[in-house]
């Protein structure tokens, strides 16, 4: 477990979520789960050649992320049941594909809010080549 602190804010929680590069998605659209202390589950994907780490599940139906599709135009990840669009960049809400047939009503059905935006992690590498995501702060 890993801090770093900056003049201008909090202290970080640097977790690693990779031992290295080659741990890393490589293919465009690939993912990744890392389970982190504590229990909570990311994901990592790669996206126009970088590696991101973000939430795992969607904010509205719970559903997770994994396989969700992406669209070149808005840069955003598609929930697979509901249509909850996410930023790959910010993690921002971006729209709502309408999504009909038995995933719709399974996403009106499981979703009990609104929905908000995933959660976007800074990464980076150590000089050891371990990867480290910033999740939460000290």
Known sequence: EKSSANSNGPAYNWLPVAANEEELPSGEGDTKAVTLPGGLVVMLRRTQGTVRCMSSSCTKCKYPLLNAAYEEETNSIVCGVCGSKYSVTSGELTGREEK?????????????????????????????????????YK
Request: no cysteine.
């Open 100 to 136: 009909n047939g038995l995933a719709g009503m399974l996403g009106n059905v499981m979703s009990s809010t609104k929905g908000g935006p995933i959660s976007a992690y800074s990464m980076k590498k150590d000089t050891d080549g371990t990867i480290f995501a910033a999740i939460g």
